[in-house]
């Protein structure tokens, strides 16, 4: 059995779990250095683990928090990927943690992106633990099937950075870190739910594939460790 693959009953096993193991890897860090850092992503499916990581003792004073993507919308916007950071994980004990937002005022996502890595120079480097969702395209973050500038930010030997993509719903312009950004941590976790999802890991997870969706590029780099964490 891959010790990297973790299947769960139930949404509330998985969040249960996926809780235990972040909060016990930003405790390891904050044992050992001033600051420690958190990168996550957008969507309904982090929602619960959101809500419940919240409730946790930590120093949350000390932790940096940003996002793996964001729609280049406001912050206030109901589709912000910042906004359902704040509404769901910064509050309850997790209130006083530090969040740093991709979006900025630049009109131009392009420009925008430049602006976004910029401001994650403050996260402590590597992310201590990175959290990752999946969609059913293979996408992962912002990175996207058929997207030059992802195909582009998908290639590990490119610098790390923030990137500007177009996604194929609204809102589609997007910035998302880049496949070597995302690599720069200690530990990588995929959450996914769905049979389709899981279908789609279970494909993707073999490295002779001929159509190889986003997703795989997580599966075939030997930078850093990968768990995938899912339920129906």
């Not at 793996?68 to 910042?82: I, K, L, Q």
């Not at 030997?157 to 998302?176: D, H, I, N, T, Y």
Request: proline share 8%.
């Amino acid at each position: 059995m891959d010790p990297n693959l973790h299947r769960f009953a139930d949404l509330p096993s998985l969040t249960d779990s996926l809780v235990e193991v972040v909060s016990r890897l930003l405790q390891k860090s904050l044992a050992h250095e001033q600051r420690a850092s958190l990168v996550v992503p957008g969507g309904r499916t982090p929602v619960p683990f959101f809500e419940k990581l919240s409730q946790q003792s930590l120093d949350w004073d000390r932790v940096f928090i940003s996002l793996t993507d964001e729609r280049w919308v406001s912050p206030r916007d109901p589709a912000s990927n910042e906004r359902l950071l704040r509404d769901h994980l910064v509050r309850n004990e997790a209130a006083k943690a530090h969040v740093v937002g991709l979006k900025s005022f630049t009109a131009d996502a392009s420009a925008g992106a430049a602006k976004a890595w910029h401001r994650l120079e403050v996260m402590p480097r590597p992310f201590d633990v990175v959290v990752l969702g999946m969609g059913e395209d293979g996408h992962f973050a912002s990175l996207f099937p058929d997207d030059p500038a992802s195909a582009r930010a998908l290639d590990p030997a490119q610098p790390p950075g923030c990137v500007a993509v177009r996604a194929p719903v609204e809102p589609s312009l997007r910035v998302s870190l880049n496949l070597s950004a995302l690599l720069q941590a200690k530990q990588l976790i995929l959450l996914a739910t769905g049979d389709r999802k899981w279908q789609l890991l279970e494909q993707e997870r073999v490295p002779t594939l001929s159509r190889r969706l986003p997703v795989h590029q997580l599966f075939i780099q030997e930078r850093t460790p990968v768990a995938i964490y899912w339920t129906r």
